[in-house]
Antibody
Framework: EVQLVESGGGLVKPGGSLRLSCAASGFTFSSYSMNWVRQAPGKGLEWVSSISSSSSYIYYADSVKGRFTISRDNAKNSLYLQMNSLRAEDTAVYYC????????????WGQGTMVTVSS | SSELTQDPAVSVALGQTVRITCQGDSLRSYYASWYQQKPGQAPVLVIYGKNNRPSGIPDRFSGSSSGNTASLTITGAQAEDEADYYCNSRDSSGNPWVFGGGTKLTVL
């Protein structure tokens, strides 16, 4: 079964750090670019960051640029998001999402992990 | 970065047809994809490309596009179709991806 499982969310104080992980299974992880998408409580989906299959190309939304770092370990079938200098507005459910190979859509999503930034 | 604009809310009578639209400059270059999200659940892809449905998505869901507008049509809406719907496409101005703000569909 193709699956993405996020972990690492929790409660953190403003200015703090957190590292999210996404474990992939059931497909050839190293063939796919991967993404993080977040959803603040009661709000819409927001693309956060993308990383190409070999980590050669990395992109960030302006809202997280300079604070978040995406990475991957193809040997461990894992995707990561290091989040530093966290703000209240980073409070959200964070999903990892796999795009269709050679396509323009996300066909596989994890269940999400909640990040709460609050003092 | 580009923006995709959706109506915040749409309603449809049970069994009737409803169209949910998404507007944005990136849609002149890229197809939209559509996601259904129910409360407490992850988004589910329902339409991608010109008009493709992933396995398991009912054929009452269809997609179309014209100019800078993409549409998701549900023909014969069912009670279980009540959900939030998001459009998404490649971004034609810098970032790889952009999402619409979402449309809350109510089935009456």
């Amino acid at each position: 079964e193709v699956q993405l499982v996020e972990s690492g969310g929790g409660l953190v104080k403003p200015g703090g750090s957190l590292r999210l992980s996404c474990a992939a299974s059931g497909f050839t992880f190293s063939s796919y670019s991967m993404n993080w998408v977040r959803q603040a409580p009661g709000k819409g989906l927001e693309w956060v960051s993308s990383i190409s299959s070999s980590s050669s190309y990395i992109y960030y939304a302006d809202s997280v640029k300079g604070r978040f770092t995406i990475s991957r370990d193809n040997a461990k079938n894992s995707l990561y998001l290091q989040m530093n200098s966290l703000r209240a507005e980073d409070t959200a459910v964070y999903y990892c999402a796999r795009p269709i190979l050679w396509g323009d859509a996300f066909d596989i999503w994890g269940q999400g992990t909640m990040v709460t930034v609050s003092s | 970065s580009s923006e995709l604009t959706q109506d915040p809310a749409v309603s449809v009578a049970l069994g009737q047809t409803v169209r949910i639209t998404c507007q944005g400059d990136s849609l002149r270059s890229y197809y939209a994809s559509w996601y259904q999200q129910k409360p407490g659940q992850a988004p589910v892809l329902v339409i991608y490309g010109k008009n493709n449905r992933p396995s398991g998505i009912p054929d009452r869901f269809s997609g179309s596009s014209s100019g800078n507008t993409a549409s998701l049509t549900i023909t014969g809406a069912q009670a279980e179709d009540e959900a939030d719907y998001y459009c998404n496409s490649r971004d034609s101005s810098g970032n790889p991806w952009v999402f619409g703000g979402g449309t809350k569909l109510t089935v009456l």
